[in-house]
């Protein structure tokens, strides 16, 4: 199994790993429950921790790049026209993290002109740090991430996720033809299902209602891992994205073909 070079990594993934593992020191102090929670108008909460833990990533970030755009979950957007923009979600899968559920995670990208070329991926209570750089290769720990050569539907287990708005739509019809013949099924979700595609463990990952903050970084850790990552129609990520589809690219294919203009 290949082992990642420390001397490999760009200035780029560098800083991103310094603010993954700040931000992993700060959610994992909070974490036992000393924390308070409020309500987004959005209606999703929001709680000390993902606060402080966007300062510090952010501090770190832009004291590194100062010409960079950020965007992340708590703080928004600023210098929207810069080349790079920093796509953050200081803690993704805050309704867990409040419910003490392990699967939250630190979700850092950079976008450079509109692509996403770098993603860090820090699972904290389940000891998960993934990362990759455009043509970099994707690694899990410092160990080479490589998707499953499964091709053949009946054989693939399937992950789901935030489903509740697919629920509504004619491509509900649609999963259920991916779902009748899969391996099986199983919703892991959050970070830790790509995790699982990214290792070749599972084939495949579909999910609606999320955002690109939520994505980003995962995107290109499946990607050069030799997955293939999109929305459910088929098209690549970008600021704009509410669905996915990320798979082996033989699968892709095939659910593609499936699900394509039956999703909003």
């Not at 903050?213 to 970008?238: C, H, M, Q, R, Y």
Request: hydrophobic share 45%; proline share 3%.
């Amino acid at each position: 199994m290949d082992s990642f070079n420390a001397d490999n990594a760009s200035d780029f993934l560098k800083v991103a790993l310094a603010a993954a593992d700040k931000a992993a020191a700060i959610s994992r102090d909070y974490y036992a429950g000393n924390f308070t929670v409020t309500t987004k108008a959005d209606l999703t909460p929001v709680t000390q921790a993902d606060v402080e833990c966007e300062h510090a990533i952010r501090e770190i970030i832009l004291s590194a790049f100062p010409e960079h755009g950020f965007y992340g979950e708590e703080t928004g957007q600023t210098q929207a026209d810069a080349e790079y923009l920093w796509l953050v979600d200081p803690i993704d899968g805050t309704k867990g993290f409040v419910r003490q559920y392990p699967f939250f995670s630190t979700q850092i990208a950079l976008m450079h002109d509109g692509e996403i070329v770098l993603g860090v991926s820090s699972g904290t209570m389940m000891d998960e740090l993934a990362w990759a750089e455009k043509g970099g290769g994707a690694w899990l720990n410092g160990h080479r991430l490589t998707v499953s050569d499964i091709s053949n539907p009946d054989r693939a287990a399937v992950s789901t996720g935030n489903l509740k708005s697919l629920a509504t739509t004619p491509g509900w019809n649609s999963l259920g033809k991916i779902v009748a013949r899969a391996d099986r099924i199983r919703g892991y979700g959050d970070f830790y299902h790509y995790h699982l595609l990214a290792a070749g463990k599972i084939e495949a990952v579909i999910e609606s209602d999320v955002n690109i903050l939520d994505i980003a970084a995962l995107s290109i850790i499946v990607a050069e891992s030799g997955g293939v990552f999109t929305d459910l129609n088929g098209v690549a990520p970008n600021l704009e994205i509410r669905s996915v589809l990320a798979a082996s690219p033989a699968l892709h294919a095939e659910y593609l073909k499936t699900l394509r203009g039956h999703v909003d």
